[in-house]
């Protein structure tokens, strides 16, 4: 069973979904970082391209969105029979943008509920595989009684749950809600409706019948939760300090997502890494260092990793490629044992996640859907790579012996420390013997490597040595 536990009243709100006393999802709903997937836009056809049988659309974003033939209902075998160019539709975001591409769109629209996913163009009443018999007769006749023409309807699995009235009436509150974005289209390309990742979309995410209680940081919200959600009224409570609700603090959960490497008990470990291309996860253990594996012990550790691993793709919101290097196993019957325990533990993963097996390499390839920006690119400032100290040491020499000609008599040199250490180290001899230029050498810790602060005749240099009160080396 899972408990939802929600911050709301600050400007950034954030989730977590406990299942079990562990954390398993973190979720973050910051201005300015909004998710696009679900978000409706009036949009204006830019370009039809009869070979891709897609279009680009202005939808008042940097990017143009990407509408494949078969995401226009009743589109037949060709794309230009139902577009045009400067034909304005309204299209639901299906697909994050990613890197040099724009978001995927689909004309045909979806409004989801708690027990019902609202089409205007569906045209027909399908019924969640899992429900049982008796909930789809109990629901079936007053479902169809409130379709109207050339509109569909998706009937959860949470209906099940739900009185029929409570249905009959969520689906009028969701024709009304689409009939809104109608009325508020105008011939501008641009968003016409976005709903909040929290805490509607979250209390969504989950069947009713997963759910164990749903606490909230405030009453009003609250309270505005259960007026919007009947079925989850009873579900949803407030407390006035969140923090005793949680099994650790907000900020050690950050700061354990800003790892990539995850220890999970009997000497095993996770490191994880992530690139635009995909995530890569590695299982390492020590617990029999110095020896070899047999194929026991591999599939003992393997197997022990599993649990953790699908709780850190959950948490860190990993989409995209994912690759799992375990522990290398050549028995097949283990191999397959594996791959149907990481199946197993991904079934509670709401997010759809695809197992694709093994490669010859022994790597795990699995794919998940993208739905919002993963964990660790939020929180953490993406760094850029810089040079070894030893590298910029060379560097160094390099451009002051390059420099031997430009005209210049002397060189006021600013540098690190430890970049002053590092030198000393591997240079046997001063540069400043190999250049005619005199050198003015100062140290700062502030800066990284070194940097060549001014450069010129050597009156103008002693000039400003002595005018900034700098103390400085001429030997280098």
């Avoid at 409706?40 to 033939?69: N, P, W």
């Avoid at 393997?302 to 522990?327: H, T």
């Avoid at 097949?332 to 991904?346: G, T, V």
């Avoid at 400043?432 to 602060?453: M, T």
Wanted: aromatic fraction near 6%; proline fraction near 4%; glycine fraction near 6%.
């Amino acid at each position: 069973m899972r408990k939802l536990v929600l911050h709301t009243e600050t400007t950034e709100k954030s989730a977590v979904v406990i299942e079990n006393g562990v954390i398993q999802e973190y979720v973050l709903d910051r201005p300015g970082a909004e998710a696009l997937a679900g978000s409706l836009y009036a949009a204006k056809v830019r370009k039809v391209d009869q070979g891709l049988q897609a279009a680009f659309l202005d939808i008042g974003e940097e990017k143009s969105g990407f509408l494949r033939r078969e995401s226009i209902p009743r589109s037949g075998e060709s794309i230009q029979s139902v577009l045009r160019e400067g034909e304005s539709l309204i299209v639901q975001v299906i697909k994050e943008p990613l890197g040099e591409k724009g978001p995927q769109v689909t004309a045909d629209v979806t409004i989801p509920g708690l027990n019902l996913i609202y089409q205007p163009f569906g045209g027909k009443v399908v019924f969640s595989r899992k429900l049982k018999e008796e909930d789809r007769a109990r629901l079936e006749g007053p479902v169809l009684h409130q379709i109207e023409d050339g509109e569909g309807v998706i009937v959860r699995t949470g209906a099940a749950e739900a009185a029929v009235n409570d249905v009959c009436e969520e689906l009028c509150h969701l024709r009304r809600k689409w009939e809104s974005v109608l009325n508020g289209r105008t011939d501008k390309s641009g968003k016409l409706f976005q709903e909040s990742l929290i805490p509607d979309q979250l209390l969504r995410k989950f069947p009713v019948t997963s759910i164990k209680e749903i606490v909230f940081d405030s009453g009003t919200p609250a309270k505005e939760a259960r007026e919007r959600y009947p079925s989850l009224s009873p579900l949803i409570r407030w407390s006035r300090n969140l923090s005793e609700e949680l099994p650790v603090s907000l900020d050690l959960l950050q700061q354990q997502m800003l790892s990539d490497k995850v220890e999970i008990g009997n000497g095993t470990r996770l490191n994880i890494n992530q690139t635009e291309a995909m995530a890569v996860i590695d299982v390492n253990s020590s617990t029999f260092k110095g020896r070899a594996f047999s194929n026991s012990q591999a599939l003992q550790v393997n197997l022990e990793a599993v649990p953790e691993i699908q709780r850190q793709i959950r948490l860190r919101n990993l989409s995209g490629i994912i690759i799992v290097d375990f522990l290398s196993m050549k028995d097949q019957k283990s191999n397959a044992r594996l791959i149907a325990e990481i199946k197993k533990a991904l079934r509670y993963d709401p997010v759809h996640t695809t197992v694709l097996g093994l490669t010859k390499l022994g790597l795990l390839e699995m794919t998940r859907k993208r739905e919002g920006a993963r964990l660790p690119d939020l929180l953490a400032e993406q760094q850029s790579p810089s040079f070894t100290m030893e590298t910029a040491v060379y560097r160094l020499e390099r451009e002051l012996i390059d420099s031997k000609g430009d005209g210049t008599e002397a060189k006021l040199l600013v540098v690190n420390p430890l970049f002053h250490n590092e030198k000393k180290r591997l240079l046997s001899g001063a540069i400043s013997s190999k250049i005619p230029q005199e050198l003015f050498v100062r140290e700062d810790s502030q800066i990284l490597h070194y940097q060549i602060e001014l450069e010129g005749s050597l009156n103008m240099i002693r000039d400003a040595v002595q005018r900034r009160g700098y103390h400085v080396d001429n030997l280098f």
